[in-house]
């Protein structure tokens, strides 16, 4: 068959996914009597692009997939986008600035939500087309958008049912408030960062004393607010200070001591002023303590009428410098020193957050906590590895309430209604049109939108179509796995544990298996750094396949996947390469050149499903029994997320068992001129061994392994809707009982048998290269092997042992004895001779032999020292200590060796 000479990623990738989705071989059914398998992706951003970490994600999604596919399972991966809304806000809002000039407000909030959709429309598509271009076996006729109709109507309901039950309120609180994005924010959106700041040590004048109390603060424009100042109630310094009051710096306000356990006697002075509008803490004081709220620095950063007409409008930071000039001029700044604190950014743009009292809409998440603790406790769901298990914990067992209310237009805006004749707040699934106390028509929605992430914690069953009871809710929740990041297990994972128990009385998962981050030679990528990997540009370079099978490879128990990276000059530009991807292209272009032998030789053959008869061989039996270890292997290993093992086990069998000695054992018959049975049954086993090693490189490498299978011999409309090998789906293929049972067995036995013979040819080659004898000289062999049943074996594959160990003729004998001019080794259970007159100069083997038994001594008294060193010993990397140790042992054998060789000549 013809078939090209090189592999061409780039062709074959563009053809196979057309095909596959036409086709509808990732269509699931809402019914069937298959075990069902269901996976739903991360939803990526709508206005979004493909990074390495999707990739790495996408790929372990798609082999699971494909695999359990393959497997005979019902297998469902629902893809999706997420509406993001401040994300996708931003982006339109900041290209209305840079072509029309115009921003959102201009428009007004329909004409903007217009064109955020229509950007949607032309942008959106985007990630869809990239993700096809992982080779995704998403099933698309089920894509879902978290703002389509469906799940707008999910997000009510959950919405509606939530406050009817008291779990979503209204009320004026404390909220993370970023200034530049004008939003409030929840604790997860406003990270903490170490930022180097001051502490300041301020003097507070007390009421009718000339003393003064030195309170220390870190922003002392949100002193203007103060409406207290609070010491430890078992603080003894400041035990006169209980029931006086203290005089406001810069303002004059009598405010009072108060005593509160929240206080740190060891934070500064052990006396705090409490601002209850712009302190968490302090907010909470305030309440207990009966404080008036002032609000100094208004939604926008800037200091407001009530910080006094000296400040108003100012920056706070600008307020800050000012405050601190007067109040060094009055001497009541005491003392400034460095302190490095956390303070909270806005996720999104990094500015600095403003803690401000905002009415907003907040979700009781407590309750809802406690049921997702429960469930992984109890094992219904499993978090791989498992130490993120006690991450998800600990959050939850301190979880807050959940301000679910975000200042934008793009998002699913809040359900409720505001009566404008009556103080009547209306919750409800449809729009109502009178007010159910007053029944006046003059109502008004709220215009606040949810947090992005409260639609996406409705992903799993919302996308199946909850709350109608569908067929698909009924066959595929709960879901099969969860893969994710780390990074978002509190803003999605817990979220979504928490809702599906809540709406779905069972949990979103069974399992949740954590990726780490992509790095690049240790570190995280980043545009500052310029070392982001463009999984399109390296789809591009070294093929889909081979990036899949790279990132699959580098797994590891959830670790952090590194790409080395080498920067060389070529005609001047500077150009990236990544090592681990040269090596699978290298493979991909192994199966590619394998695959093309087995074609070009095939003639007439056709497919068999069980060409392991009595006439097979011993290299037959034992190359079906590795498949079968393998296959095994790779089954156990996808079943647990060992995805390094699967893809090293794949490797290993492909390259070392299937091309490296099964090819090169089996070329005689399969090469042959005149057709003969024995040449059509060998053709058939190596087509049936190539034929499965396909299948189980399929989940990982589902390009080329399509391309291939489909000039093979085949039973079948695609490699994946076949069966996965070792899964006890062969069913389709291997009809008959016994058949089934003779291939899939594994045979030790045979296996050991064929380790023998392989080791055989390895050593006389080896020998060959030390000894230099040219390559196709043919040379006599002697062996000594004592075991009967051994020697059986080794006469059995005389031809190939001489065909492929260029031996001319093979005597053994049951003691070989001191073999004079001669090489030997040994290998377990034979001994080997290779007579050696007349085939080099034995004069000058005898002077390189000498040479090396030098060279070896040398390095023998070197490695001595060092571990007779005891600072080596002691000081040494002890991995650095041991090597050494296994070079000297290491170093003893081949000296023996070397020496029996030269006493031999």
């Given at each position: 068959m013809e078939i090209a000479k090189t592999y061409e990623p780039k062709e074959i990738e563009s053809k196979w996914y057309p095909i596959w989705e036409s086709r509808g071989y990732f269509t699931a059914e809402?019914?069937?009597?298959?075990?069902?398998?269901?996976?739903?992706?991360?939803?990526?951003?709508?206005?979004?692009?493909?990074?390495?970490?999707?990739?790495?994600?996408?790929?372990?999604?798609?082999?699971?997939?494909?695999?359990?596919?393959?497997?005979?399972?019902?297998?469902?991966?629902?893809?999706?986008?997420?509406?993001?809304?401040?994300?996708?806000?931003?982006?339109?809002?900041?290209?209305?600035?840079?072509?029309?000039?115009?921003?959102?407000?201009?428009?007004?909030?329909?004409?903007?939500?217009?064109?955020?959709?229509?950007?949607?429309?032309?942008?959106?598509?985007?990630?869809?087309?990239?993700?096809?271009?992982?080779?995704?076996?998403?099933?698309?006729?089920?894509?879902?958008?978290?703002?389509?109709?469906?799940?707008?109507?999910?997000?009510?309901?959950?919405?509606?049912?939530?406050?009817?039950?008291?779990?979503?309120?209204?009320?004026?609180?404390?909220?993370?408030?970023?200034?530049?994005?004008?939003?409030?924010?929840?604790?997860?959106?406003?990270?903490?960062?170490?930022?180097?700041?001051?502490?300041?040590?301020?003097?507070?004048?007390?009421?009718?004393?000339?003393?003064?109390?030195?309170?220390?603060?870190?922003?002392?424009?949100?002193?203007?607010?103060?409406?207290?100042?609070?010491?430890?109630?078992?603080?003894?310094?400041?035990?006169?200070?209980?029931?006086?009051?203290?005089?406001?710096?810069?303002?004059?306000?009598?405010?009072?001591?108060?005593?509160?356990?929240?206080?740190?006697?060891?934070?500064?002075?052990?006396?705090?002023?409490?601002?209850?509008?712009?302190?968490?803490?302090?907010?909470?004081?305030?309440?207990?303590?009966?404080?008036?709220?002032?609000?100094?620095?208004?939604?926008?950063?800037?200091?407001?009428?009530?910080?006094?007409?000296?400040?108003?409008?100012?920056?706070?930071?600008?307020?800050?410098?000012?405050?601190?000039?007067?109040?060094?001029?009055?001497?009541?700044l005491v003392k400034v020193e460095d302190y490095t604190h956390k303070v909270g950014h806005c996720q999104r743009c990094e500015t600095i957050l403003e803690p401000l009292i905002s009415t907003q809409w907040f979700a009781v998440m407590k309750p809802m906590a406690e049921a997702a603790i429960k469930a992984v406790q109890d094992g219904r769901t499993q978090f791989i590895p498992e130490n993120w298990t006690k991450v998800f914990y600990d959050w939850l067992e301190n979880i807050q309430d959940w301000c679910i209310s975000r200042q934008l237009w793009w998002g699913h805006r809040i359900p409720a209604w505001y009566c404008q004749d009556c103080p009547k707040i209306i919750v409800a699934r449809e729009t109502p049109t009178s007010c159910p106390s007053c029944s006046s028509s003059n109502l008004k929605q709220d215009e606040d939108v949810l947090d992005t992430w409260f639609s996406s914690a409705l992903w799993p069953f919302s996308t199946l179509g909850w709350p109608n009871n569908t067929d698909d809710l009924k066959t595929f929740y709960p879901t099969s796995e969860m893969i994710t990041g780390f990074d978002i297990i509190f803003f999605w994972v817990a979220r979504m544990m928490m809702m599906g128990l809540k709406f779905m009385d069972e949990v979103p998962f069974r399992r949740v298996y954590i990726t780490g981050l992509v790095r690049v030679d240790g570190e995280k990528m980043s545009k500052m750094k310029g070392n982001v990997v463009d999984p399109l540009d390296v789809f591009d370079r070294y093929g889909t396949d081979a990036v899949r099978f790279t990132l699959a490879s580098s797994v590891t128990g959830g670790t952090d996947v590194d790409l080395q990276e080498i920067k060389r000059k070529v005609d001047g530009q500077e150009i990236k390469e990544y090592p681990k991807m040269e090596i699978a292209r290298n493979f991909a272009n192994k199966i590619w050149n394998a695959s093309r032998f087995v074609l070009m030789n095939l003639g007439e053959t056709e497919f068999s499903a069980n060409p392991f008869d009595e006439s097979a061989s011993l290299y037959d039996k034992w190359i079906l029994s590795r498949l079968n270890h393998a296959s095994r292997d790779i089954n156990n290993a996808l079943e647990q997320f060992r995805f390094y093992d699967a893809t090293q086990t794949l490797y290993h069998f492909f390259w070392n068992d299937f091309c490296d000695w099964y090819i090169e054992l089996a070329k005689p018959l399969v090469t042959a001129k005149e057709v003969t049975p024995e040449v059509t049954r060998a053709r058939q086993r190596i087509i049936y061994i190539l034929d499965r090693s396909l299948r189980l490189l399929h989940p990982v490498m589902p390009y080329i392994t399509e391309e291939i299978w489909q000039r093979l011999p085949h039973e079948g409309d695609s490699i994946s809707m076949v069966a996965f090998p070792g899964s006890g789906c062969d069913r389709d293929l291997d009809r008959d009982r016994d058949q089934l049972d003779q291939v899939d067995q594994i045979n030790d036995q045979i296996e050991d048998q064929m380790r023998s013979v392989i080791s055989l040819i390895t050593k006389i080659r080896n020998v060959r290269s030390e000894i230099n004898l040219p390559q196709n000289e043919l040379v006599p062999l002697k062996l000594g092997i004592k075991d009967e049943a051994l020697q059986k074996v080794i006469l059995e594959s005389e031809d190939a042992i001489k065909r492929l160990a260029k031996v001319k003729e093979i005597e053994i004998k049951s003691d070989l004895g001191r073999e004079k001019q001669s090489a030997q080794s040994v290998i377990t259970g034979v001994e080997i001779a290779i007579p050696l007159a007349g085939l080099i100069d034995l004069d000058k083997e005898r002077e390189r032999l000498k040479k090396e038994l030098g060279k070896m001594q040398a390095e023998t008294e070197k490695l001595s020292n060092q571990l007779a060193n005891p600072n080596f010993v002691s000081k040494a990397d002890p991995e650095k200590v041991e090597q050494v140790r296994l070079r000297l042992a290491e170093l003893s054998v081949q000296r023996e060796t070397t020496k029996a060789n030269l006493e031999n000549l």
């Open positions: 809402s019914k069937s009597e298959k075990p069902a398998f269901c996976i739903s992706i991360p939803p990526p951003n709508v206005t979004g692009y493909l990074h390495m970490g999707h990739a790495l994600q996408h790929t372990l999604m798609d082999t699971l997939t494909r695999w359990r596919r393959m497997q005979g399972y019902n297998a469902l991966w629902l893809p999706g986008t997420d509406h993001a809304g401040i994300s996708t806000q931003i982006v339109v809002e900041r290209r209305l600035k840079e072509l029309e000039n115009v921003n959102a407000k201009d428009l007004g909030r329909e004409e903007f939500e217009r064109r955020v959709w229509q950007w949607k429309e032309h942008a959106g598509g985007t990630i869809q087309r990239q993700i096809r271009k992982e080779g995704a076996s998403c099933d698309w006729t089920r894509e879902r958008f978290t703002l389509d109709e469906g799940l707008s109507k999910a997000v009510r309901e959950v919405f509606v049912r939530l406050y009817e039950e008291g779990l979503i309120y209204r009320g004026a609180y404390l909220v993370n408030w970023c200034p530049k994005d004008q939003t409030a924010l929840s604790d997860l959106e406003a990270p903490k960062k170490e930022t180097k700041s001051k502490l300041y040590h301020i003097a507070y004048p007390v009421k009718d004393s000339d003393e003064k109390i030195v309170v220390a603060t870190t922003r002392p424009e949100t002193m203007l607010g103060d409406t207290a100042v609070a010491i430890h109630p078992n603080d003894e310094r400041y035990k006169g200070f209980h029931g006086k009051s203290a005089i406001l710096p810069l303002v004059g306000r009598e405010i009072p001591f108060v005593c509160d356990e929240m206080v740190e006697m060891d934070f500064g002075t052990g006396v705090v002023k409490i601002t209850p509008a712009h302190d968490p803490n302090d907010f909470k004081m305030g309440l207990t303590h009966n404080l008036p709220q002032i609000t100094v620095i208004n939604k926008f950063g800037n200091m407001s009428e009530a910080a006094g007409a000296e400040f108003a409008g100012l920056d706070r930071f600008e307020a800050r410098k000012i405050i601190l000039e007067k109040l060094e001029i009055e001497g009541l």
